[in-house]
């Protein structure tokens, strides 16, 4: 058995792991972990702790994907609702439907019983104002939001929030090879605009015949690659999960018009192999790991692309 998730995953990876230990399916043991990510409101990127859109708005996106079925739940710029992963798990197994977005993905919860949850924290909402105030000519503001957003959409963008996601990846000889994604998108992004995280073959993708990757930070890149997917696809044509991961840098650094930053790229084999590559982004990235040869999950230096 193998875990693996991206550094913003701390507060709930040890609860993922000790539900795998018990047996639990790995679907619902990953869900359960991010759920105490997006209730941690230290974790400026997912859930309570995130950033709303432009117009203050928080907006998550979440996903998760069985493996060994390929069926997918996925829910995009849901507002008011948490714990969203476990939303899109719920897309899953009760709709014909792949993907809920905005007030359906609402009207979705509400009937299944996920009460109506201000997500925007205190500390969220002010950074969002104060940054508006500084890029926003007065005027304008106080006409806020009554105003054109699309000028405004490229000045407003901090590069150091376009990050904004956690996600989780299981990999078990019998129970398969599954990914689960959830993030608040990003910071001060347009009104409705989805990142990769709900997006299958974007953000996430699984199979577990052969493996699964999922990314983070610039979903404006791998959306445009299809980065998990292409991973995934490659190790199914017979690439190594490192020649498969390089396929797919090589297609992210032939991108040179639109938003280009930086992408993590997590992946695992249907071996037990796993791989976190660090493709532009600065400073050093670490992500989880656990296999159950290990007593506690262990903290790991990603490898630069
Ligand atoms: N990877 C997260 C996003 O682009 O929203």
Avoid at 116 to 135: G, H, N, T
Avoid at 146 to 165: F, G, Q, W, Y
Avoid at 263 to 287: L, M, P, Q
Wanted: with cysteine; aromatic share 8%.
């Amino acid at each position: 058995m193998l875990l693996i998730a991206n550094k913003e995953a701390w507060p709930g990876f040890a609860h993922t792991v000790d539900m795998l230990r018990s047996g639990a399916n790995s679907l619902d043991a990953m869900v359960a972990g991010i759920g105490k990510v997006e209730s941690e409101v230290k974790v400026r990127s997912v859930g309570y702790g995130g950033w709303p859109n432009m117009i203050g708005d928080m907006e998550l996106d979440a996903a998760v994907m069985d493996g060994t079925t390929r069926d997918v739940g996925s829910v995009g710029a849901v507002p008011n609702t948490l714990p969203v992963a476990r939303l899109a798990h719920e897309v899953m197994k009760r709709l014909p439907h792949v993907m809920l977005t905005g007030n359906g993905a609402r009207r979705f919860a509400s009937e299944i019983g996920f009460p109506e949850d201000d997500v925007l924290f205190e500390d969220s909402k002010r950074v969002w104002w104060e940054r508006l105030e500084k890029e926003v000519a007065p005027e304008d503001l106080a006409k806020f939001p009554n105003i054109p957003l699309a000028p405004l959409s490229k000045a407003i963008t901090d590069p150091e929030r376009v990050r904004d996601t956690t996600v989780f990846l299981s990999a078990d000889a019998a129970r398969g090879i599954h990914a689960a994604t959830s993030t608040s998108g990003w910071a001060w992004k347009y009104p409705g605009r989805l990142g990769d995280s709900p997006i299958p073959g974007a953000g996430f993708y699984a199979d577990s015949r052969y493996g699964a990757a999922a990314c983070t930070h610039t979903g404006e890149m791998t959306m445009r690659c299809s980065t998990s997917r292409t991973i995934v696809l490659a190790m199914k044509l017979g690439y190594s999960l490192s020649d498969a991961i390089k396929l797919a840098v090589e297609e992210l650094n032939e991108l040179d018009t639109g938003f280009l930053a930086g992408v993590v790229i997590h992946a695992v084999d249907a071996k037990g192999n796993h791989e976190v590559v660090n493709f532009r982004c600065e400073g050093e990235i670490s992500y989880w790991l656990w296999e159950d040869s290990m007593s506690e999950p262990e903290l790991r230096a990603a490898k630069q692309a």
